[in-house]
C-alpha cells in the first residue's frame, strides 16, 4: 500500500508528535503543529494518535492511492475531494484503489491533517516520522513532498467504520476574533520599559507573511523601547542582543523591539535575541491555524492560569478519545 | 555569580547563569546541567546548556513547576563548590580561510554589510586592530577554541576563544541577516565563531570553509555513524589552516570514506588554564599531536 503524489501542495511534509530530547543540540520536536487536529485525524481512521499524517498548508495535495483504505482530514477547513467529488473535514471516509484525493481553497484555518488507515511509514529517525526540513532530516528524504512521491503506508491495526465524525465543540480551533494567545511574560522582560510592557499587551498584532514551521512573525504594534544598558561582554550592541542563549517552545523574541517571532515545532533551539515571555503550551496549537494577516491579541497570564488552561486542553483530548473509542 | 531563574511557559526553566560570556559561566551552566541529567528528575525532558545559561523542558503534569524551580535552585547553588575540571575532547577542523565559496556568498549580500567595499575578514582585522587578512588568520586560528553551546540549527557549535578577553576577536554581526550561507562556513558574531552545520540563513562574518562534515542526518560518514552531529558543549577545537589543495584532497578523502578527524581525549582545568593561558593551550596542542 503506497500514495502517490500527483501534486505537492505548497509545503506539505509528514508529520507525527515528534521528537524530543534532542533540543540541546539543535534538532526540534517538529511534529504536527495543531498536534490536537492531528490527534484527531489519526483517531478517525483508527490509528494510534501519534501515528504519522500529512500536514498541509494553505494549499492540500494532490494524491493517488494504490489501494482501498480509509481517510480523514482534519485541523484547517480545507475541503477534500475524491475524484472531484467532495468530501467532509473532519469525517472519516472510504476510498477506492486508483482513486484521487484533492482539495478545493482554503476556507478557515491554516493547517489540514491528512490521516490514512496504517499511517505514513516512512523510517523512524530518532524515534518519529517527523520532517525537520532545515536539518533534512526525518519525514519523506527530509524534505516536503515534490510530485512523483510515493509514500509507502503501514499495516492497518483494528479496521474501524467509514462516516464517524468528530463534533464541533471537540476540535479544538479557534473562535473568537481577535485571537487571543495567553503569554506568560519572562526570560527577557526586564530589558523593556514599563510602557513597552503594557504596549506588547495592549496592541493588536497581525500575522506576519513570514509565518512557518519554525516560527510566526507578528507585526503592527509599536516598537517596544528599551530599559538602557552597557552591552554585556558577547551579547553584541544592539539592545534586543543577548548572549546567546536557548530558546524555549512559544518564546517570544523581538529582535530590534519591532516584530515579535513565536518560535514553533521546528523552532531554532538558541540565538542571541531577548525574549519577552512565552506563549502557553495550551495556546500552540491554535497558531499553527493562524493564516497571514489574522489579528492577534496577547494575553498576560500566570502559571495557575497556564496550568489551568492546560487542563482543559487535556481534557478535551480526553473528550476526544472517548467520542472516537 | 548568582542564577536568574524564570519561566519558559508552562514548559521550560530558563538560568541566565550570567549576562556576559565567561568560561566560569560556560562552566556553572555545564556542571548544573550534569547534574540535573544524573539526578534524573522525573518530569524533566530536555537539559540544555548554552553559553553563560542554561534550560530545562518538563512536562508539568509529572512535576509541578514550583518543585521543578526549588530543586533547579539546589542543584545550581550546589554546583558552585564544584571543581572546575572536564574530560573532553579537543578536535582539530581543518580551514580553507579566505575560500571561493564565502567569498562568491559574502560579495553577494555586500549590501547587508558594515563595509561594502570589503570583505569580511579585511573588515574583521580591521576593526580587531590586526595588520590584514593573514594576521587576522593567525589570531583566529593559533588559539584553541570552547564548544560553548551546540544549538540554534542541527548540530551547530558556538564557539568561545580560549584567550584573554582582551585578545578575543569580536565582530559584529551582519546588518541585515543573509539568506543564503555555504554548508560548512565558519563564521564569527560577537565574541563567538561557529560552523554552519546546514546551508541556509545567517548573519555572522564569513571567515572561511571546512571540508569536514559535522551533521550528518543520513550516519553515512564513518565518524557520524553513531550520532548525526559531531559536537557537544565542552568540546575543545582547534582551526588548522589549509590551502586549496590539502581542501580538495580532505573532500575527496570524505566522499571516498577516508577521512579521519583528529580527535584525543583530555582533560582540562579552568584553574590552571587561567594561571598561565598561552603554556595550557600549548600542552592541549601537543595532546592533539600526540606529543
Given at each position: 500500500m503506497a500514495i502517490k503524489v500527483l501534486k505537492p501542495g505548497l509545503a506539505t511534509t509528514v508529520q507525527d508528535l515528534g521528537r524530543p530530547g534532542y533540543y540541546h543540540i539543535g534538532i526540534p520536536l517538529s511534529g504536527g503543529m495543531d498536534r490536537h487536529a492531528l490527534a484527531a485525524a489519526n483517531l478517525l481512521v483508527g490509528n494510534e494518535e501519534g501515528a504519522a499524517v500529512l500536514e498541509a498548508v494553505f494549499m492540500g495535495p494532490e494524491l493517488e492511492f494504490t489501494d482501498d483504505t480509509l481517510v480523514a482530514i482534519t485541523g484547517a477547513e480545507l475541503p477534500p475531494k475524491l475524484d472531484g467529488e467532495p468530501r467532509e473535514t473532519w469525517t472519516s471516509f472510504k476510498v477506492k484503489r486508483g482513486q484521487k484525493l484533492s482539495f478545493d481553497f482554503?476556507?478557515?484555518?491554516?493547517r489540514g491533517y491528512i490521516a490514512i488507515?496504517?499511517?505514513?511509514?516512512?523510517p523512524l529517525v530518532l524515534g518519529s516520522r517527523s520532517t525537520y526540513a532545515l536539518g533534512a532530516l526525518g519525514g519523506f528524504k527530509g524534505r516536503k513532498l515534490e510530485a512523483g512521491d510515493e509514500l509507502p503506508i503501514g499495516k492497518t491495526s483494528a479496521a474501524v467504520k467509514d462516516g464517524r465524525t468528530v463534533a464541533k465543540n471537540l476540535r479544538g480551533l479557534p473562535a473568537a476574533m481577535p485571537m487571543e494567545l495567553r503569554v506568560m511574560p519572562g526570560?527577557?522582560?526586564?530589558?523593556?520599559t514599563e510602557a513597552a510592557g503594557i504596549g506588547f499587551f495592549g496592541d493588536t498584532w497581525k500575522v506576519a507573511p513570514e509565518a512557518d514551521r519554525i516560527g510566526y512573525r507578528f507585526k503592527g504594534g509599536k516598537p517596544l523601547e528599551f530599559v538602557p544598558r552597557e552591552p554585556?561582554?558577547?551579547?553584541?550592541?544592539?539592545?534586543?542582543?543577548?548572549t546567546d542563549a536557548c530558546y524555549p517552545y512559544g518564546s517570544i523574541q523581538v529582535p530590534g523591539g519591532t516584530e515579535p517571532i513565536v518560535l514553533h515545532r521546528?523552532?531554532?533551539?538558541?540565538?542571541?535575541y531577548f525574549m519577552v515571555g512565552t506563549v502557553i503550551a495550551a495556546d500552540m496549537d491554535l497558531i499553527g491555524q493562524l493564516q497571514p494577516n489574522t489579528p492577534v491579541k496577547f494575553v498576560k497570564v500566570a502559571m495557575d492560569e497556564a496550568l489551568a488552561a492546560r487542563k482543559s486542553r487535556t481534557e478535551l483530548l480526553g473528550k476526544l478519545r472517548s467520542a472516537l473509542a | 555569580m548568582q542564577t536568574r531563574f524564570s519561566y519558559g511557559g508552562d514548559e521550560h526553566i530558563f538560568a541566565e547563569v550570567a549576562d556576559s560570556m565567561s568560561l566560569e559561566a560556560f562552566f556553572k551552566g555545564l556542571f548544573v546541567t550534569n547534574a540535573v541529567r544524573d539526578a534524573r528528575?522525573?518530569?524533566?525532558?530536555e537539559i540544555c546548556p548554552a553559553n553563560a545559561s542554561y534550560q530545562v523542558k518538563f512536562d508539568p503534569d509529572q512535576i509541578k513547576p514550583d518543585d521543578l524551580l526549588a530543586e533547579l535552585k539546589q542543584l545550581d547553588s550546589a554546583s558552585?563548590?564544584?571543581?572546575?575540571v572536564i574530560k573532553t575532547r579537543i578536535i582539530e577542523i581543518p580551514v580553507l580561510y579566505n575560500d571561493p565559496w564565502t567569498h562568491e556568498t559574502l560579495m553577494r549580500f555586500r549590501?547587508?554589510?558594515?563595509?561594502?567595499?570589503?570583505t569580511d575578514l579585511e573588515y574583521a582585522a580591521r576593526i580587531n586592530g590586526l595588520d590584514g587578512v593573514d594576521a587576522f588568520i593567525k589570531a583566529h586560528s593559533s588559539a584553541p577554541w570552547f564548544v560553548s553551546m551546540v544549538g540554534f540549527v542541527a548540530g551547530l557549535p558556538f564557539l568561545y576563544q580560549m584567550v584573554e578577553r582582551q585578545r578575543q576577536i569580536q565582530a559584529p554581526k551582519y546588518l541585515r541577516p543573509r539568506t543564503d550561507t555555504p554548508k560548512l562556513t565558519v563564521g564569527h558574531g560577537g565574541c563567538f565563531s561557529c560552523i554552519y552545520s546546514v546551508r541556509g540563513a545567517g548573519g555572522y562574518q564569513m571567515f572561511g570553509i571546512t571540508?569536514?562534515?559535522?551533521?550528518?542526518?543520513?550516519?553515512?560518514?564513518s565518524y557520524l555513524r553513531?550520532?548525526?552531529?559531531l559536537f557537544k558543549p565542552g568540546d575543545i577545537v582547534k582551526w588548522k589552516p589549509i590551502d586549496r589543495p590539502a581542501y580538495d584532497a580532505a573532500v575527496a578523502d570524505v566522499d571516498a570514506g577516508r577521512f579521519a578527524p583528529i580527535i584525543r581525549d583530555v582533560s582540562f582545568s579552568l584553574t590552571e588554564f587561567n594561571n598561565d593561558i598561552d603554556a595550557y593551550n600549548r600542552k592541549l596542542e601537543g595532546v592533539l599531536h600526540g606529543h
Open positions: 482554503l476556507k478557515q484555518g491554516a488507515a496504517g499511517g505514513i511509514d516512512v526570560l527577557y522582560w526586564h530589558r523593556i554585556p561582554f558577547g551579547a553584541g550592541s544592539d539592545p534586543s542582543n543577548i521546528d523552532a531554532v533551539s538558541g540565538g542571541g | 528528575i522525573k518530569g524533566v525532558t558552585e563548590t564544584s571543581a572546575p549590501e547587508r554589510h558594515q563595509d561594502p567595499t570589503g571540508p569536514m562534515p559535522i551533521y550528518d542526518p543520513n550516519q553515512k560518514i553513531d550520532f548525526m552531529c
